[in-house]
């Protein structure tokens, strides 16, 4: 569909959202009624609605800090109020699945990453893997998720596994581990318990692909152990403006653009590339203009910054837009690199469609 404020200026809009990006970037009032949408939809789906707000006992095991009152659960799922503490659902383990994914993958940082650039399997003559982990719950609800199945195991509460278990699927073919989901943001306590007992018998790289949205309570420990282990900190910065982001993904961006901020002063003398940045080219809701602004405050944190521009597949409650096109990728890589940005590629580009449809 067309957003209804800008119909000759063809403006894509998806019907979940019923508006522009621009039109939710500027306008704060359309955002209220997106975020009962968000709701409506995770409460249909099993989940809790929205992050509570007003609650007396606050988890700060992620970037959401909600605010609980006795019994209610947080927005992950994965913990509750009770006697004025915050307990788990699941002590000591978490929703989390796990696969092998052959090397070269299709990582958004292989072209810094240290397993592409030192450890390529035909150099070594062997077949290696990527241990791929998915945890089962997030601390957003992004309308264009990729990997939406995490909602279901988070409702499932299952399976669950104990750090100790899931570094014991490492073996002498893995190259690399790396944390996704749904979100590691939510579960930092158990990655960084697992990566303990990978590295004590593993010299590999660990690896994060997150939304950002992480505690400072765990943000150094997880910067830590994967500069040590010269692995890669993948964040999906999604949108800057944050009415758009709140309406895309039902949370605030205040966290994330913080935590990016610490870790971008943190790598600057780093030995090898360190922090990513990723940013999905929504059609209609992150074109020229909010991938300029996205690339600015990243510029304004460090120029050198890998960055990584991605296609966007249709899927989730964002199914009625197109694919990204090869005009709008390429825009947009001009526009990161006219915000002063030295290191931008484009990522999925077997993805980047002929559609033509408003850009900006």
């Not at 944390?179 to 303990?196: E, R, T, V």
């Not at 090869?326 to 590629?345: I, P």
Request: glycine share 6%.
């Amino acid at each position: 569909m067309l957003c209804p404020d800008h119909t000759k200026a063809e403006k894509l809009a998806s019907a979940v959202l019923g508006y522009c990006g621009s039109c939710l970037a500027e306008k704060g009032e359309l955002v209220s009624s997106i975020l009962v949408k968000h709701e409506d939809l995770r409460k249909t789906s099993g989940l809790v609605g929205s992050v509570p707000r007003d609650g007396i006992v606050v988890c700060v095991e992620c970037g959401n800090q909600c605010r609980l009152d006795e019994s209610e659960t947080g927005f992950c799922g994965l913990r509750y109020a009770s006697d004025s503490k915050v307990l788990e659902n699941f002590p000591d383990r978490a929703i989390v699945s796990w696969y092998f994914d052959p090397i070269p993958t299709n990582c958004t940082a292989d072209w810094v990453c240290s397993v592409s650039q030192e450890r390529k399997p035909h150099k070594l003559g062997a077949k290696l893997n990527n241990l791929a982990v998915f945890y089962g719950s997030c601390n957003s609800d992004c309308f264009f998720c990729q990997n939406a199945s995490h909602k279901q195991m988070t409702v499932a509460g299952r399976p669950l596994m104990s750090p100790l278990e899931l570094a014991d699927a490492v073996d002498s073919k893995t190259a690399c581990v790396c944390y996704f989901g749904g979100d590691p943001g939510c579960n930092s306590k158990h990655s960084l318990a697992s990566s303990a007992h990978i590295r004590d018998k593993w010299n590999i790289p660990i690896c994060y692909e997150t939304n950002g949205n992480i505690s400072r309570k765990y943000l150094d420990r997880i910067a830590e152990i994967v500069l040590q282990s010269h692995g890669t900190l993948k964040f999906d910065l999604k949108a800057v403006s944050p009415n758009l982001y709140r309406a895309l993904t039902g949370v605030s961006n205040e966290t994330v653009m913080r935590n990016f901020r610490h870790l971008a002063k943190a790598g600057r003398n780093r030995d090898h590339e360190f922090l990513v940045a990723s940013i999905l080219l929504v059609p209609g809701y992150v074109g020229i203009s909010e991938t300029e602004r996205l690339c600015k405050f990243i510029a304004e944190c460090d120029v050198t910054i890998p960055t990584v521009l991605l296609g966007f597949y249709p899927h989730n409650y964002m199914r009625d837009l197109p694919r990204t096109s090869r005009r709008h990728a390429y825009e947009s890589k001009k526009a990161a690199e006219t915000a002063g940005l030295t290191n931008v590629r484009i990522g999925n580009i077997n993805l980047l469609s002929e559609v033509q449809y408003n850009i900006e």
